[in-house]
């Protein structure tokens, strides 16, 4: 099922130059990964002091497209520059989702929107990235199937904020936009787990 993970590869060859130019200068995959954590700890903050200004929610789809890119020029780093280390792998996945919930959560406290399917999302998303991970436990290579993996969910929170800010209320549309979320990535853990048993079987 086609996602916007598809697009990595092209958007790898966009940053390329700038992973070229940071590993020159020293700068490491981890210290990326790093910052794009810290990126995630202040747009979530800003987010949740700012969520019914149209600022905060405004500011989230580029935050979420810097995360995006420093998330791939990380992986850049370590692979085509041998910087590949356990450490860095540990911080790729926890960085991941730590970012999610930070980014994400804050929409739970907005007015109008329904609060227990944004945490129902989030808590979804933690459970797409630890079946993700967990193919790798059983022999199988990292999973990133869809519909709804990291790069859908940037999509998704990133259009909805840019709706909220430029003043459209939150209403049953984003009830049933959750709820389809919700129901999606429950469908992206089934597919992950299947490919990854497909794999090693």
């Known amino acids: 099922m086609p996602t916007v993970y598809d697009?990595?590869?092209?958007f790898q060859?966009?940053?390329?130059?700038?992973s070229d130019r940071l590993a020159r200068a020293g700068i490491t995959a981890n210290q990326v990964t790093v910052a794009a954590l810290l990126l995630s700890a202040v747009g979530g903050g800003a987010l949740l002091?700012?969520?019914?200004?149209?600022?905060?929610?405004?500011?989230?789809?580029?935050?979420l497209l810097v995360r995006?890119?420093?998330?791939?020029?990380?992986?850049m780093l370590a692979r085509e520059h041998g910087q590949q280390s356990s450490l860095g792998a540990v911080l790729n996945e926890l960085g991941d989702v730590l970012s999610d919930i930070m980014l994400y959560l804050p929409f739970a406290v907005l007015a109008g929107a329904p609060a227990a399917l944004v945490v129902g999302v989030v808590l979804a998303a933690l459970l797409v990235e630890m079946t993700g991970v967990v193919g790798v436990q059983i022999g199988a290579g990292r999973r990133y199937e869809g519909p709804v993996g990291k790069s859908d969910r940037a999509v998704l929170f990133?259009?909805?904020?840019?709706?909220?800010?430029?003043?459209?209320?939150?209403?049953?549309?984003?009830t049933w936009l959750m709820a389809l979320a919700f129901v999606l990535s429950l469908v992206t853990v089934v597919n992950r787990v299947r490919a990854a048993l497909r794999e090693v079987a």
């Not at 060859?13 to 700038?18: K, M, T």
């Open 7 to 10: 697009f990595k590869p092209r």
């Open 13 to 18: 060859g966009l940053l390329r130059p700038i």
């Open 49 to 63: 002091w700012e969520v019914s200004r149209p600022i905060g929610l405004l500011a989230l789809p580029l935050v």
């Open 68 to 75: 995006m890119a420093l998330n791939a020029i990380d992986g």
């Open 158 to 174: 990133g259009g909805v904020g840019l709706l909220l800010g430029v003043g459209v209320m939150p209403g049953a549309w984003l």
